[in-house]
């Protein structure tokens, strides 16, 4: 009975010291501790950082996009602080605005919003406010050049639906409205429509291709940026380095990188750093590898001669 007993101590012991060390998972692994801040993050060690409502609010938002609703602009009343944060709830738990210090959360937006304000901007040289002012201008492509149908066995184009450049990461292709569309769960392939019907579909469309990898053993924009990621040395080699630059890369691919400081990339790190300066955190810490002008494309669009 005695020997029955202290074994019955040694065990409760054990479990007590465990338990005072903040209990551990299988194999010995720490249980990394979760969190939950209401409706905006649930279930995520990121949660328990500060969300991206602690540091970036209405009045930021409307300084970054003063002239959205302005009487010229083609999306009047569309895009709104609240829609960015609905759809920020989404990706908060997997580290969009949440990775890192304040610092870090807060150029992690700012790069994202510099992304979607150069490709919804409708400012020009001599704009009211100058043209950084504009973004989120547009909400879909005015005068699509072709209907961008594209045979594909997986997202076949349908019947009378048109796949032109729509939402804050403009989408454009039959292929990618579907690959998008399952990645959030919304079906895009048959109504392509919600990106310019409902400004929280739109923006949870870009932070899904902001905080997805494209392609098996390629990063994504997020990861390259919050320094989730580190260079191979072919990536070294092909001067893609952590920094807002290789977000360029994955995005956009050589439609902006490795040509040099052509004004379509210069115009996006322009909005990436205007933002910066609006939230208080200044051009000064954009952070290292900000442009794209001399990096090989992960996956360039053309394919080399061959004899």
């Given at each position: 009975m005695r020997a029955m007993l202290l074994t019955m101590r040694l065990l409760l012991a054990v479990a007590v010291v465990a338990a005072m060390a903040g209990g551990w998972a299988e194999a010995g692994k720490p249980k990394l501790k979760t969190c939950d801040k209401g409706w905006e993050c649930r279930g995520s060690i990121y949660c328990c950082n500060e969300t991206i409502t602690d540091y970036f609010q209405v009045y930021q938002f409307e300084n970054l996009f003063s002239k959205r609703?302005?009487?010229?602009?083609?999306?009047?009343?569309?895009?709104?602080?609240?829609?960015?944060?609905?759809?920020?709830?989404?990706?908060?738990?997997?580290?969009?605005?949440?990775?890192?210090?304040?610092?870090?959360?807060?150029?992690?937006?700012?790069?994202?919003?510099?992304?979607?304000?150069?490709?919804?901007?409708?400012?020009?040289?001599?704009?009211?406010?100058?043209?950084?002012?504009?973004?989120?201008?547009?909400?879909?492509?005015?005068?699509?050049?072709?209907?961008?149908?594209?045979?594909?066995?997986?997202?076949?184009?349908?019947?009378?639906?048109?796949?032109?450049?729509?939402?804050?990461?403009?989408?454009?292709?039959?292929?990618?409205?579907?690959?998008?569309?399952?990645?959030?769960?919304?079906?895009?392939?048959?109504?392509?429509?919600?990106?310019?019907?409902?400004?929280?579909?739109?923006?949870?469309?870009?932070?899904?291709?902001?905080?997805?990898?494209?392609?098996?053993?390629?990063?994504?924009?997020?990861?390259?940026?919050?320094?989730?990621?580190?260079?191979?040395?072919n990536d070294t080699l092909s001067k893609r380095l952590p920094g807002f630059g290789l977000t360029m890369n994955i995005l956009y691919g050589d439609s902006i990188c490795g040509q040099g400081f052509i004004d379509s990339m210069n115009n996006i790190i322009s909005h990436y750093q205007y933002y910066l300066d609006l939230m208080g955190v200044g051009r000064g810490s954009s952070g290292d590898n900000v442009d794209c002008a001399e990096q090989v494309p992960f996956n360039p669009s053309y394919k080399a001669a061959t004899t």
């Open positions: 609703n302005a009487p010229v602009s083609h999306a009047v009343g569309f895009w709104d602080y609240q829609s960015f944060i609905t759809a920020a709830s989404l990706f908060e738990p997997l580290g969009f605005g949440t990775t890192g210090d304040k610092l870090t959360k807060m150029r992690e937006v700012a790069a994202f919003l510099g992304h979607v304000g150069s490709k919804t901007s409708c400012g020009y040289g001599v704009a009211t406010g100058g043209p950084l002012a504009w973004g989120l201008c547009y909400n879909h492509e005015m005068s699509p050049s072709q209907d961008y149908c594209e045979k594909d066995y997986l997202y076949p184009c349908i019947e009378g639906v048109e796949y032109y450049g729509r939402g804050a990461l403009p989408v454009y292709w039959n292929y990618n409205y579907g690959l998008v569309g399952d990645g959030i769960k919304v079906d895009l392939l048959n109504h392509p429509e919600f990106l310019e019907q409902n400004a929280t579909i739109a923006f949870q469309a870009a932070m899904w291709r902001w905080m997805t990898p494209m392609k098996k053993k390629q990063p994504s924009a997020h990861d390259v940026f919050v320094g989730n990621w580190k260079p191979t040395t």
